[in-house]
């Protein structure tokens, strides 16, 4: 009898040649390669030649024995990103009583912000904890950076940089409040929505993990 086709991967393109030639390159014979990838050769066989379509758990199976992105499994071309932002399109977004404007691509390993920190805001005593780096410019200040047991002020012109791991809290020390160029890592840690305010750790002040 037929096996009828998997509906999930009906779509799929066919990645038949990519596989093989992936595996070529890797220097893999295709047995390693199946064993690596938790198939057996005969199937990984298959696939190669395109009679059988993987499933999205065997195309993560084999990105990972590969090295390489499910995106390039496929053969998927990343839309081109422009490298300039311009000011008119960096657009006010608030949060927790902060104003965010994004000064950076998105799709990127690291997010570029300009910020503006009021006096007495809601986060002041938020304190932030999730993998990567970050780094921040003063434009205006004062600015009062925290950085586990040490509290450091900065002026307009002072400059940080700094492990994210590390509990940080940042407050503006002057009723004018601060404003500061801020760029960190994203590392795939949902640092993203932490550091534009995350509404339940806003609310409680309790310690942010990514």
């Known amino acids: 009898m037929t096996t009828p086709p998997d509906e999930s991967v009906a779509e799929l393109p066919s990645v038949a040649p990519r596989l093989r030639d992936l595996r070529r390159r890797s220097g893999l014979t295709l047995e390693s390669a199946a064993q690596r990838a938790g198939l057996s050769p005969a199937h990984l066989s298959r696939l190669e030649t ?16 590969y090295g390489v992105t499910v995106s390039d499994l496929l053969g998927e071309v990343p839309a081109e990103q422009d490298p300039i932002v311009r000011a008119d399109r960096m657009e006010a977004s608030p949060a927790g009583g902060w104003t965010y404007w994004r000064a950076g691509g998105s799709g ?84 993203a929505e932490l550091c534009l305010g995350d509404r339940d750790h806003r609310a409680t002040g309790r310690t942010g993990r990514a």
């Open 50 to 65: 395109g009679r059988r379509q993987p499933s999205l758990p065997m195309l993560l199976a084999l990105a990972r024995t």
């Open 108 to 191: 990127r390993a690291m997010q570029a912000l300009r910020v503006h920190v009021p006096y007495g805001g809601a986060q002041d005593e938020l304190v932030r904890v999730h993998p990567g780096e970050e780094w921040l410019y003063v434009l205006r200040g004062p600015l009062r950076l925290v950085l586990g047991d040490a509290a450091h002020r900065l002026d307009a012109g002072d400059a940080a940089h700094f492990d994210s791991i590390t509990p940080h809290r940042i407050a503006a020390e002057s009723p004018g409040g601060a404003e500061l160029l801020f760029v960190h890592t994203l590392l795939q840690s949902g640092a």
